[in-house]
């Protein structure tokens, strides 16, 4: 496991965020919460509720881990997806399809730095193309600090 400083996190995410001062607002707010973990929100499209890259936060060395990449569909969206398909889009990636209910979202999991910027440029594009027909680039709009 090879940990990353939060200034290698700020450059590799530099082309999906508007100010990369958001990113080091976000670990300064989890180390004084004294939280270890960090979602930065990205906007896809109406099509995705949610969806959000996540880094463990090792305070004592103030480096961080990525941890995956979570995409959850909007509300019954889920129903017109044939589950080969997104089984068929994820398998590329080794991502899961993880629900209950109505509710269905996609995880894909980040083993190191390099895959982060080929999963933000490649993997979210090609599922959200495959998956709703629909060009997208992610976008990190803001973070939350997971207690």
């Known amino acids: ?27 300064e707010e989890a180390r004084i919460l004294g939280s270890n973990i960090i979602g930065f929100i990205m906007d896809l499209s109406d099509k995705v509720s949610y969806s959000a890259i996540f880094f463990e936060y090792i305070i004592s060395i103030d480096e961080v881990y990525p941890i995956a990449v979570i995409i959850q569909f909007a509300k019954d969206i889920a129903k017109n997806i044939p589950l080969s398909l997104v089984q068929k889009v994820l398998d590329r990636y080794r991502g899961y399809v993880y629900g209950s209910g109505d509710d269905m979202g996609l995880l894909i999991p980040i083993d190191n730095e390099i895959e982060i910027p080929m999963i933000m440029s490649i993997a979210i594009p090609e599922i959200m193309k495959v998956l709703f027909n ?5 976008k990190i709009i803001g973070y939350e600090v997971v207690y």
């Open 1 to 27: 496991m090879v940990y990353i400083k939060i200034e290698d996190i700020a450059e590799i995410l530099r082309e999906f965020i508007s100010d990369r001062y958001l990113v080091f607002m976000g670990f």
């Open 134 to 138: 629909y060009d997208v680039k992610p």
